[in-house]
């Protein structure tokens, strides 16, 4: 997503979530941290109970895939932000504009 952060536990994940971010962008935010997390984990089963190795490519479709999905199926708005804008291009997202 290009924002500059440090990530060293769930929380510090879950405070990009807390910037000021437009009702769209913050779907998506929330979306891509818990599906990075739920892939995380999802893999690591995988391995440990069924041995599956899941390539890495797989896995970020599958995050972009879902994220997209909450992002575009929302009826929120985006803001007129470059940041914003950035962001819900790389996946593929189209703003809602608010007027």
Known sequence: ?????????????????????????????????????????????????????IKWGAAINIIISNVHLSGTKTAKTAAASMTEFVILKAFRIYQHSPL
Do not use: E, L, T
């Open 1 to 53: 997503m290009n924002v500059p952060s440090q990530i060293n536990s769930f929380d510090d994940a879950w405070k990009i979530c807390d910037r000021h971010w437009s009702p769209q962008c913050s779907v998506v935010v929330k979306s891509s941290v818990i599906n990075v997390f739920n892939i995380i984990w999802y893999n690591r089963n995988q391995v440990r109970f069924q041995g599956k190795h």
